[in-house]
């Protein structure tokens, strides 16, 4: 093991001599298989000490103030490998390269690094910046100055190293990074388990939201990967693929693999933005609260759905007096029977594959302290707003139809039982409009009598018909004349039908808001001696 003082008196020949080597971990997607890029590391091989492990020089040449002129030769060492593979037209990845604190104080750096890639003519698609979440948070706006000037050279920057340190949130919140590297260390031990496969759940989607794509980094089973996939993270990087190699192994692998790009992986509709939606100030979030209706985010991942975030009108509609997080803490799956669920999923599976807004109606039973176990009926409508491999998010407007629903029940059982008494009664009843004499017959009429839904030139087809006898047809009409004119009611006692039976006939008109006759309901009860 060499000491400080060894590692201070060799450095600058070791630099001379190209003691320092360049390794490059591959990185790939599993669930293709793709080779999708590389993060550049050193190495330290000196003739006289042999292998200077990293954890030994780094801290050292930190405490030298000479980690910028260390970083700026690996980064000049990748231009040049860069620029082999491109004029030997073989097949390229982006390789990424660290940027530590010290570099970014260094005022010169991004300047110098321009001018090395300008040099070699690598175009920065080729080249992606990695700032460690300790640099991030080293000097906030000197960070955030130094990430927009890389932005404007056309650099894309990773985050390093997220949730190794204590500001993970702040620094995303507060920089825009273009691709998040998960640090599986900081959930030591099995992923799979309740609460580490809770958190990197959580972290994945989080950066689905902000449209970053995630590079788990320190993978080392297949258990692990296959995990990551599950949860929605394809990249990954770590010992289960391959340990960092030397230029000439990785270039070899180079050749022999496929390749591929690494992109966002939750796609969401193109007019809406999540960042501004997640934003409690912004315009999206206050027409979302405020100039909607009932509204929901719904995620489905992995056939369970979950409730991301309503407004305050979905809380209303619900009329359980509800707060948002005992909303948020529902399991839809749960409150619904397997009938109801399979109509919920359907429509969603419908907007899904239409990119359009589906309708459904659903009954759920929804438990609240205050209100107890409701039944309710939810009018849902259903629209795709975003979709990845593993989740697809549905914005769902919703309307509480219960009472409706129990207003129609309560009218199609008193109908039922008015239906049953006109039998018992021996009753026909229909209605007529007196502007069109237009006949719209009861239910028993066209069941007993025969007569269509709709008697046009009424009451002309019934007499001809013989209902109303011809010795009584004059009547019958006169009486459609007076009402015509006006007159409030009319009855008698008629004989109807060929064999003259004696019926109680009434009719009471309907006037509009200007005392115009519009309609008269008609009646004709059997008259019973008694």
């Known amino acids: 093991m060499v000491n400080f003082q060894q590692i201070a008196e060799s450095f600058e020949e070791a630099l001379t001599n190209r003691e320092f080597s360049v390794y490059l971990q591959p990185q790939y997607n599993h669930s293709t298989g793709a080779l999708i890029g590389a993060e550049a590391l050193v190495r330290w091989i000196s003739p006289k000490h042999g292998f200077i492990s990293p954890a030994d020089f780094i801290p050292a040449l930190e405490e030298m103030g000479v980690i910028p002129t260390l970083d700026l030769y690996v980064f000049e060492c990748v231009c040049e490998f860069l620029r082999a593979c491109i004029d030997s037209n073989k097949s390229l990845v982006r390789i990424s390269v660290n940027m530590s604190r010290n570099d970014i104080l260094c005022e010169d750096y991004i300047d110098r690094l321009e001018i090395l890639r300008q040099k070699y003519e690598i175009p920065t698609k080729l080249i992606h910046v990695e700032l460690t979440e300790t640099a991030a948070v080293a000097g906030a706006q000197i960070v955030i100055d130094s990430i927009k000037k890389l932005h404007s050279l056309g650099y894309t920057v990773e985050m390093d190293d997220f949730g190794s340190g204590y500001s993970s949130l702040n620094v995303l919140k507060d920089i825009e990074f273009d691709v998040l590297k998960l640090d599986l260390k900081f959930i030591a031990g099995t992923i799979g388990n309740d609460r580490g496969g ?39 990087q770590g010992y289960l693929y391959s340990k960092p190699l030397p230029v000439e192994e990785y270039e070899k692998l180079l050749c022999e693999s496929s390749v591929g790009t690494i992109v966002p992986q939750m796609n969401l509709v193109d007019t809406m933005s999540s960042g501004k939606f997640w934003n409690p100030e912004s315009m999206e979030t206050l027409i979302f609260s405020n100039f909607v209706g009932a509204a929901a985010i719904f995620e489905l991942r992995g056939g369970k759905t979950e409730i991301l975030r309503v407004n305050q009108k979905f809380l209303r509609e619900m009329g359980m007096n509800m707060s948002e997080s005992a909303i948020l803490d529902l399991e839809p799956e749960n409150t619904m029977d397997e009938e109801n669920l399979g109509i919920f999923r359907s429509a969603m599976a419908k907007a899904a594959e239409s990119k359009s807004e589906v309708e459904c109606e659903i009954w759920a039973n929804v438990c609240s302290r205050t209100c107890g176990n409701e039944k309710v009926c939810i009018r849902n409508s259903i629209q795709l707003i975003g979709e990845s491999k593993v989740s697809q998010l549905f914005y769902v407007m919703v309307r509480n139809i219960t009472l409706e629903k129990q207003a129609l029940s309560g009218f199609a059982r008193r109908e039922a039982n008015f239906k049953a008494a006109i039998e018992q009664a021996n009753m026909f009843l229909w209605e007529y409009s007196i502007a069109t004499k237009e006949m719209r017959p009861c239910f028993r009429c066209q069941k007993v009598l025969g007569l269509p839904p709709v008697i046009y030139n009424y009451p002309e087809p019934v007499i001809e018909s013989g209902l109303f006898p011809a010795d009584i047809a004059d009547t019958y009409r006169d009486w459609h004349r007076q009402i015509a004119e006006g007159v409030p009611s009319i009855e008698a006692i008629l004989p109807l039908t060929a064999d003259h039976v004696p019926f109680h006939v009434r009719y009471t008109t309907e006037f509009d808001e200007n005392g115009r006759p519009v309609k008269a309901y008609g009646s004709a009860t059997l008259v019973v001696d008694k």
């Open 198 to 236: 809770t958190i990197l759940t959580s972290v994945v989607r989080m950066a689905k939201w902000l449209k970053l794509p995630v590079i788990a980094e320190g993978v080392e089973t297949i258990e692990q990967a296959d995990f990551l996939r599950s949860v929605g993270c394809d990249y990954i």
